[in-house]
Every structure is written in structure tokens, then in C-alpha cells.
């Protein structure tokens, strides 16, 4: 008999990059080095999946129909524990099931708690800590015995937003990052003791600026806690005893902010990942980690980078066997598992299109210096196009974040269709310190929109883009930055796209998590109720009357961070004052875990830009969970190859 022949994927690159599968860093079960949980992609969708090294085997573990991307193993690769929501949601419950078993197999609820939002996880050998929030009790710790299911004992209680960030390696104490102070987005630690709730030290920046944990050192009765902090003004590190009080600060020539560290298994160095102009690569830190044993101070700092010296380190991790491991990317580049050598450990076997390679552009904004990122069709001798094409100004969520040299289907697929697109890491973004950082604090939205205008204008006096096809489009801070800028600056913009948004400030502040609430209270000053002035000024509702451009709005019918009713109240204004506005609502949270509903945003964003300025509309296209059918699976289990 003979076989048919693959039949060909005809379907374009920019929607191969979508489809294509996509894979996490492996998470380790700390006694069992071989056994890990990583996040990838199963038939379209993100969902859990466990990982046996020894046999090379993925195995996937959940399988559920809004997808799955909170995931942990036990300390003994015995349990894989995942957080299960109602459709992104994020209200539920931690469950855990054998490892090595799949989405039918053996599930049970980890605690006998009823729902609430996660906040912190530390599993530990004969001890776990659990935080979590929900109205009724406020933020809550609770310590269990071993995994053994029931309710636990409440270790701490607060109304103020509060999250379990670190076990020691002896399981006595844990360390809890709050805001019991009120300020949410400077949050301070405090060390309990697991076994009578006794508070060990506090660390609260005297300065103003927020401190966090970065983990305990791994040996056992070692009292040193990796703290990230902000003196210097920018992301550092320095190592505190939490029981004689000793800080040492790990200071080195290194250009850029701390984004994280994890410890060597002997707690002899860190692994680093510092951010810089909107790269991350990898430092070793070894000399004061040594030498800064209680009571002691370290006499030098020795830094030496490992890992790639270009693109963007996503996620690294120290193995339990000392070998360190890192999820790597570039623009052009599909994320991808890596050792320190460069070798590829694992990855799709499925590879993804290559994305669009970016341009630096620095301008001088009203603030100072304005990072973007740049996007641009390139000819077949890898030259851009000899005038100005429309451009989509792609505006990145937060504001505490930053876009990055790394691959993005999404810019890439509007390249392929003949848009120039740029990033801007606007005032108020990571990664160019604390400073910059802390810039969107005076003028809520309006200074970031003005770096994001000046970065708009640069590109259209540089003959890089047309004047009259600047479309401005976002998700989540980002799309709230759309319809504010769509609102106060209605002749800069001939489109607007925003997903996820902020759209009417002061219902969604009524609706949102009492996390948000904290983070909105410490960013305006107050509630509503206090500053109302403050919010109705920042709030795109106000400014419903001057919008000028058609506007498209895409929001998750489950969001809890930017919640549905909020933009119905919205959309209904641009109705009554007959402003055109397009809209897509789907069956998710803050974003969809689903290839198919990603690729369907795609499609219905490049058919409303079509629709308003001619040429075919392409029309948004559905398939079946795991792509179209002459695309063959996508089951991840199916095409993971292991190098």
C-alpha cells in the first residue's frame, strides 16, 4: 500500500507563527532532577505538561477548554499541583494530580478551600504554604502538613494585598511580600515562622522604594534571603540575614536592572538575568555570595556574563544538578529551551516562521530619552521599502513591563501585510530604572501618550511612515493608553485598536481585583471616592465626545483586571454619540490561551484597518482546536523534539 504524501501547510507565515507550537522553561521537582512541568502548547492551546527526562517523554496533564498556565511540581516529582479557573477567570482552586498522568487521569482538589485568587505557592517536603484572596477574608496565608488535603491553619491575615514568595530550605520560615503600608507597588517582606506564625524580621525600604524576594539560599538552616531592591535607582540585589539583619549589597559594572536571580544549588553564586535596552542576557555572581555568610561582609564582587550575548533571556533557572537552563528569543527567533553552551535542550519540533528582525530607535521626548522598538517589511536584498508605509504604533501593557527583542507573531503578521510597527517603551516602563519607572505617577496616561507621540512623529518626519495611517493599538494598559490617546489626541490617530482596555476608570475600579484596587489606589492617591477629579481626568469615558477615529475594542468576557461591564459602558457612549466602533467579545480572561481565538483577533484587527481604508477585508476564519486540517496536529506531545 502506498502512503499519501504531507500534504503541503499552505497557509501564510504570519499564521504559522501563531499555529506553530510554542514551549516554557521546565520547572524541576527539587529531589527528583529528572522530573519538571513546563507550559507548551497541546492542540492549539496552552496547557501543563510534565516532563520525564530520563525517557524524553512530554507528557501532557491538562486539558481544558480556556487552557491551562499555572503549574508546579512537588519537591519529589511525585505530584504535579495546577491552578484550575472558570474560562480564564482566575477565581479557583489548586488541584494536583500523580505525575505522569493525563488529562483523564487522577485529579483532586489540593486543599479543602473554596475558590479564590492565587497568590503564592511554596511546596516544600513535609510542609505547604498557600496564599490566596478572596472579598470576604482579604489576603490570607495558610500552612498545611505535608500535601495532605483539608483547610490548613491561617498563618497570616491582612486586608492589603499580600503574596507567599519564598520557603526557606529547612521549611521553618517563609517570606511574604505586602503592603500592609498601603503601597501596593512598593511592597515590603516579612519573615513568619511556619510553625507559630512568629514574625522573624521585617525589611521595609526606608527610602521609598519597594523591596522583594528572590528566594532563600538552598542549604538547609541557611538564613540568607536574595532581596531585590531600588536604592541605587535601579533593580539590585542584595543578600539579607534574616536573623541577625546583615545586608549585603551585590554591586557590579553591569549596565541595566536586575529582572531576576536564582541560587546555585551549593548557594556558592547566583545566576542573574539583567535587563538592558531592552535585551536580557545572564551573569554569574560569585565572590561576596560566598563570603557573605552571616555576620560577614564580602570583600569583591565577581561577575562574569555566560549565555548568549544577544536577543533576550525569557526565564532562566539553576538545575537542581547545577547545570543551568534558560528559555531563549529574539525577534527573529521563536523561544526556545538552551544551555548555557548554546545547545538547543528542547523545543518544537515544529518550527515556527522567522519573525521580523527589529530596529533601535531612540528619541528625545519631552520626558527624555524614548526607547522603541521598530518593525519593517524588508526586500528580498534585506532592504526596507524606499518611502513611508502606514504604521501601527503596538503599545505594550503594565505600565510596569517593557517590550523586548523577542518574537511576537502578532507585530510580524502586520509587517507581512505591509505596516511598518514600533514598540515604545514609554515613561513608566521597566528596565531604564527607577526613575523612568515611577514617571507615570504625576500625569496619569499623558506622559506616556506624548512619549508615544514623539516617537510616532520622528518616525513620519523620517519618511518611514505616512502621516495619515498611524494607527495606535494596545492590550490592557495598553489598550486603556489606545482609547485615552483616541480621546485627548483625536487628530494624531486615524485608527484605534485596544484590547483588554481600561476604558471607564472609575466602574473598573468598582469591579476589578482588590489587587488592582491597591495598585490604582497607590498610582492616583487614593480611591475614586477620594481623587475623583484624578480618575474622571484619566479616564478615556471622559473623552468619548472628541474621539475622531473609528475605534475596534476587543475584551475577554471573564476579565478581572480589565473588567466587561467597564467597556460595555464605554462602547453604549460611543453609540450614543454615533462614533464608529467595532467590537469583538470572547470566552476568556485577560487574553486567550487559544491559538484559534488568537489568530481570529489577527484577522478581525488587519479586516477592521481594510474595511476603513480599502482593499479586501479579510474576514475572521475559525478551525478546529489544533488547526486547520491540512495543518495536520498540533498536539504537542506529538512533535516535541529533545535534543
Not at 202 to 217: I, N
Not at 294 to 310: D, E, I, M, R
Not at 544 to 571: E, F, M, S, W
Amino acid at each position: 500500500m502506498t502512503s499519501m504524501p504531507a500534504r503541503p501547510d499552505l497557509r501564510p507565515p504570519w499564521e504559522r507563527r501563531f499555529w506553530c507550537p510554542r514551549i516554557g522553561l521546565v520547572r524541576w521537582a527539587r529531589d527528583a532532577p529528572d522530573r519538571g512541568v513546563t507550559i507548551a502548547t497541546a492542540d492549539g492551546a496552552i496547557e501543563v505538561h510534565g516532563w520525564d527526562r530520563a525517557t524524553g517523554r512530554l507528557m501532557q496533564v491538562t486539558r481544558r477548554p480556556a487552557g491551562t498556565h499555572r503549574a508546579k511540581p512537588d519537591p519529589g516529582g511525585e505530584w504535579i499541583w495546577w491552578f484550575d479557573d472558570t474560562a480564564g477567570d482566575e477565581l479557583g482552586q489548586w488541584r494536583r494530580q500523580p505525575f505522569g498522568s493525563g488529562p483523564d487521569g487522577p485529579v483532586e482538589y489540593a486543599t479543602g478551600l473554596p475558590p479564590a485568587y492565587e497568590a503564592g505557592l511554596e511546596l516544600g517536603r513535609t510542609v505547604s504554604v498557600l496564599g490566596r484572596s478572596d472579598p470576604a477574608t482579604g489576603y490570607e496565608v495558610r500552612v498545611f502538613d505535608g500535601h495532605c488535603l483539608g483547610e490548613g491553619r491561617v498563618l497570616y491575615r491582612h486586608e492589603q494585598p499580600a503574596r507567599v514568595t519564598g520557603l526557606s530550605a529547612d521549611e521553618t520560615m517563609v517570606v511574604i511580600e505586602h503592603s500592609e503600608h498601603g503601597d501596593v507597588r512598593r511592597p515590603a517582606l516579612r519573615i513568619l515562622r511556619l510553625d507559630d506564625g512568629s514574625v522573624v524580621a521585617d525589611l521595609r525600604d526606608s527610602r521609598g522604594r519597594g523591596v522583594r524576594s528572590a528566594g532563600f539560599a538552598p542549604g538547609a538552616g541557611d538564613p540568607r534571603l536574595l532581596v531585590v531592591h531600588e536604592r541605587r535607582g535601579l533593580r539590585a540585589l542584595l543578600i539579607w540575614d534574616v536573623l541577625t539583619g546583615a545586608q549585603v549589597p551585590l554591586a557590579w559594572d553591569v549596565p541595566g536592572e536586575v529582572e531576576s536571580a536564582d541560587w546555585y544549588p551549593d548557594g556558592s553564586a547566583l545566576l542573574v538575568t539583567v535587563s538592558h535596552a531592552a535585551r536580557s542576557r545572564l551573569w554569574r555572581i560569585e565572590s561576596p555570595v560566598r563570603s557573605a555568610a552571616p555576620g560577614t561582609a564580602p570583600a569583591g564582587v565577581t561577575a562574569t556574563p555566560v549565555g548568549p550575548v544577544a536577543g533576550t533571556v525569557l526565564a532562566a533557572a539553576v538545575r537542581p544538578d547545577g547545570d543551568a537552563w534558560l528559555l531563549w528569543s529574539s525577534a527573529a527567533d521563536p523561544p526556545a529551551v538552551h544551555d548555557l553552551a548554546g545547545r538547543v535542550v528542547l523545543a518544537p519540533s515544529e518550527p515556527a516562521p522567522a519573525g521580523v528582525p527589529i530596529e533601535d530607535v531612540w528619541v528625545d521626548g519631552p520626558g527624555g530619552r524614548v526607547h522603541a522598538l521598530l518593525r519593517r517589511p524588508r526586500d528580498a536584498a534585506g532592504q526596507p521599502p524606499p518611502g513611508p508605509i502606514p504604521l501601527l504604533v503596538d503599545v505594550h501593557g503594565g505600565p510596569s513591563a517593557h517590550d523586548k527583542d523577542v518574537f511576537r507573531p502578532g507585530p510580524s503578521a502586520w509587517v507581512d501585510h505591509g505596516f511598518a510597527v514600533v514598540q515604545v517603551n514609554y515613561r513608566g516602563s521597566t528596565g531604564y530604572g527607577t526613575a523612568w519607572r515611577e514617571a507615570v505617577s504625576d500625569r496619569i496616561g499623558e506622559e506616556q501618550l506624548e512619549d508615544i507621540a514623539a516617537v510616532a512623529d520622528h518616525l513620519v518626519a523620517a519618511g518611514i511612515a505616512v502621516a495619515e495611517k498611524v494607527v495606535l493599538s494596545g492590550h490592557s494598559w495598553g489598550g486603556y493608553l489606545t482609547l485615552l490617546g483616541l480621546g485627548t489626541q483625536p487628530e494624531r490617530w486615524a485608527l484605534g485598536i485596544a484590547s483588554s482596555p481600561i476604558a471607564d476608570y472609575v466602574a473598573a475600579y468598582e469591579d476589578e481585583l482588590d489587587s488592582l484596587k491597591a495598585f490604582d489606589r497607590s498610582l492616583f492617591g487614593g480611591a475614586p471616592a477620594d481623587v475623583p477629579d484624578r480618575y474622571l481626568r484619566a479616564s478615556p469615558l471622559t473623552y468619548v465626545g472628541d474621539v475622531k477615529a473609528p475605534v475596534l475594542v476587543l475584551a475577554g468576557r471573564n476579565d478581572p483586571h480589565c473588567p466587561i461591564r467597564q467597556i460595555d459602558t464605554y462602547l453604549a457612549a460611543l453609540e450614543r454619540a454615533g462614533k464608529p466602533h467595532d467590537r469583538h467579545i470572547y470566552d476568556a480572561g485577560h487574553g486567550s490561551l487559544l491559538d484559534e481565538e488568537r489568530v481570529r483577533q489577527i484577522r478581525i484587527k488587519l479586516g477592521f484597518v481594510t474595511r476603513h481604508w480599502g482593499g479586501p477585508a479579510l474576514r475572521p476564519r475559525t478551525a478546529p482546536r489544533g488547526g486547520p486540517a491540512s495543518a495536520g496536529s498540533n498536539r504537542l506531545t506529538e512533535v516535541a523534539r529533545f535534543i
